[in-house]
């Protein structure tokens, strides 16, 4: 267990909704990542947010969006969902986003339909 | 932006040692993470390289080489239980981490 704690698990929606993950950081890490990771491809980077702002930003996409809140909680939020959006959404914290260890949750499943 | 290259696909016989390579173009490098990934779970953490030469943490062994933008990661005394995606990944500055798409290792008996 990395201390990372994902919701949901797995999720099942149809083309065109609109879903929200959540992702609690381990106990005292300040830096919140998130990644996608599609059937058998590798993990890409969407963004990172450090004590509630927003540090970098990968290949997130416009209908995607982010954001920390000030318990260090984050969510990502997914709309207008389209088939190839189905994949693994993993969280990851660190402690300062600089180059710490990472530890990553168990991810959260989502199939749209 | 970066740029890392891993094989995509290695086959190890159970017992051996296999090394996998990690290449990789970035600027403002920081430091390389090698995570490990079984099917359908989350990356685990085997180890962080910052400065040049190999660092041994029980089976697994990890080199960088900086000016060579290289890396790679050692297993030794394969097990079945090694089989699992090996994830390359490098920091830039001090901010985002960008990993490779993985080197999948099979272990055959």
């Known amino acids: 267990d990395s201390g990372v704690t994902q919701t949901p698990k797995h999720l099942i929606t149809a083309t065109g909704q609109r879903v929200t993950l959540r992702c609690s950081p381990r106990?005292?890490?300040?830096?919140v990542y998130w990644y996608q990771q599609s059937l058998d491809q590798g993990l890409q980077f969407l963004i990172q947010?450090?004590?509630?702002?927003?540090?970098a930003k990968g290949n997130i996409l416009e209908r995607f969006s982010a954001q920390q809140f000030p318990d260090l909680h984050s969510e990502l939020n997914l709309s207008s969902l389209e088939l190839g959006d189905s994949a693994l959404y993993f969280c990851?914290?660190?402690?300062?986003?600089?180059?710490?260890?990472?530890?990553f949750g168990e991810g959260s499943w989502l199939t749209v339909v | 932006g970066q740029n890392i290259d891993q094989p995509t696909e290695m086959t190890a016989t159970e017992g051996a040692i296999v090394q996998i390579n990690c290449t990789y173009q970035?600027?403002?490098?920081?430091?390389l993470f090698w995570y490990q990934q079984h099917a359908g779970e989350a990356p685990t953490f085997l180890s962080y390289?910052?400065?040049?030469g190999l660092e041994e943490k029980g089976r697994f062994s990890s080199f960088l080489s900086r000016s060579k933008g290289y890396s790679y990661l050692l297993l030794k005394e394969l097990q079945m239980k090694d089989s699992a995606s090996y994830l390359c990944?490098?920091?830039?500055?001090?901010?985002?981490?960008?990993f490779g798409t993985g080197t999948k290792l099979q272990v055959i008996p």
């Open positions: 390289n910052v400065l040049d």
């Open positions: 990851a914290s660190s402690v300062t986003g600089g180059g710490d260890t990472i530890y």
């Open positions: 947010y450090y004590n509630g702002e927003e540090r």
């Open positions: 990944a490098v920091t830039e500055g001090y901010q985002k981490v960008t």
């Open positions: 970035t600027s403002g490098f920081n430091g």
């Open positions: 106990s005292g890490d300040l830096s």
